[in-house]
């Protein structure tokens, strides 16, 4: 069948799916993801996605949403606090339910099919590639303005250049787990010593008393509600990627020790540089300055590296290339779980015979992201992608607050104090809420009515177990074309 049967097993006791296997014709080889991310992998695939584009471009929305630099470093670091809590919290659903897949194979296990299903329609078809086109998209900006001294980049040469990146990203994807990695450790490495030079830069600039925009910080602060929710959206887009290890948690190297520490390293790093980077910005800047600045990073770099600013352009490059890495390889395993539960093509479940990646879902990621870039642009997606993604946060979240109450007796490695859960819970309703009550936008009917558009396909094709011969087919074709076969 090219849907799979959903597993019946009692989900919230089975054993991690990599010990199973599958037998390939004759032979009783296992067909399976290899455990290949170890530690120093995973602090580099957290911080490495986390660090993208937000640091660079989004300090000037947070400033400008709360209305003076004290209040806004207070949102960057209420963010950072709040992406710690939250990846605390799945580091403990990590170790009850030992699965890669992040929230959809939570949702699944402790809500069932059809809430699954729907974060698993809306993440496939439109949240991932649509964050993946934004970074890309935001890696081209950068990566082409040298070529435009002195006036804007061309569109089509903006789009040709992000198209150009996601099929490399597709490559090294397919190719090998290992290269997907090795590219994550170096861009990350990369990325780190580019913001050390931002917050070197910032306390000599501080040291040599430039600290005017610090006086009276916090003058003229804003006090709606739903300013303060779009000003933590557009600092917590910063922060995005916090959950991104528990997408892999099938390929970690001792995932119940792994998964824990590395989110215990790279979230409070990161914390650390971001709030040191605003300081530097700020200390090179005047607030007005901030906010009429297009590219922040780049402004801090005409003003304080002179000749050198160049070396910010390609950091940001580098950057944003390293974090769309980190997305693509974490958001093609949730179209690939997804697929093995049943809940997407069966096509979508299967890896490379050699390669033993994730191939077709990878591709199937890299052809919807490619779509979007034809229509989208970097502004236009940061609010709407963080509102979905704070709902299903939301969804998890309450999941572990049921297992913890409701089933204390589950084996776990790592236990979060529940306050820690019950105040991400709250945050998330917040998100959600918040922007809703004070600025009602029809943007968000549409969003809400595409979530829900999931259930013209979820009950004849799952629920109702409506499979069209021609599938069959098709599927047959493209599993001998892509050399791919069923895993388990």
Request: charged share 10%; hydrophobic share 50%.
């Amino acid at each position: 069948s090219t849907m799979r049967e959903r597993k019946t097993t009692d989900p919230l006791h089975s054993t991690d799916p990599l010990h199973s296997s599958t037998d390939l014709s004759e032979g009783k080889e296992k067909l399976r993801l290899k455990q290949e991310v170890g530690l120093i992998s995973s602090v580099s695939l957290i911080a490495g996605t986390m660090i993208g584009s937000g640091i660079f471009m989004s300090p000037e929305w947070v400033l400008h949403h709360m209305g003076n630099p004290a209040s806004s470093l207070l949102i960057w670091a209420a963010c950072g606090l709040l992406a710690m809590f939250g990846a605390l919290s799945y580091a403990e659903l990590g170790t009850i339910i030992k699965e890669s897949g992040g929230e959809y194979i939570y949702i699944l296990r402790i809500f069932g099919s059809f809430p699954a299903f729907l974060f698993a329609y809306t993440s496939v078809i439109l949240v991932r590639p649509a964050g993946l086109a934004a970074v890309c998209l935001s890696f081209a900006e950068y990566a082409i303005a040298p070529f435009y001294p002195g006036c804007a980049s061309p569109q089509a040469a903006i789009k040709c250049t992000a198209a150009a990146c996601i099929l490399i990203l597709t490559i090294i994807n397919c190719l090998n787990v290992r290269l997907a990695t090795s590219v994550m450790n170096i861009f990350t490495a990369a990325k780190l010593l580019a913001l050390l030079v931002i917050v070197v830069g910032g306390l000599v600039l501080l040291a040599k008393g430039q600290t005017q925009s610090f006086q009276n910080g916090f003058q003229g602060t804003t006090a709606g509600i739903g300013a303060v929710g779009v000003a933590f959206y557009q600092g917590l887009w910063s922060y995005d990627g916090w959950n991104n290890l528990n997408y892999v948690t099938e390929e970690l190297k001792k995932p119940e020790v792994t998964l824990p520490r590395a989110l215990m390293i790279a979230i409070p790093l990161v914390t650390c540089l971001y709030l040191l980077v605003n300081v530097s910005y700020l200390a090179a800047m005047t607030p007005s300055e901030l906010l009429s600045s297009g590219a922040v990073a780049v402004t801090w770099g005409d003003k304080v590296l002179g000749s050198w600013a160049w070396l910010i352009s390609l950091s940001v490059a580098l950057s944003t290339f390293g974090s769309s890495n980190g997305t693509f390889f974490s958001g093609g395993r949730v179209c690939y779980i997804a697929a093995r539960e049943g809940h997407m093509p069966d096509i979508l479940s299967m890896a490379h015979v050699r390669c033993l990646t994730p191939s077709p879902a990878l591709l199937f990621t890299s052809a919807m992201s490619l779509i979007m870039i034809i229509s989208g642009t970097f502004t236009s997606i940061v609010n709407f992608f963080s509102f979905m993604a704070w709902l299903f946060y939301g969804m998890t979240i309450s999941g572990l607050l049921y297992l913890k109450i409701k089933k204390p007796e589950l084996p776990r490695s790592y236990k979060v104090p529940i306050i820690i859960p019950i105040i991400v819970l709250m945050a998330a309703v917040y998100l959600v809420l918040a922007p809703i009550i004070d600025q009602p936008q029809i943007e968000i009917l549409y969003i809400v009515l595409f979530i829900f558009s999931g259930i013209i396909f979820y009950f004849p094709l799952v629920h109702f177990k409506y499979h069209p011969h021609f599938l069959q087919r098709v599927t047959l074709h493209l599993q001998l074309l892509l050399e791919v076969a069923p895993t388990t």
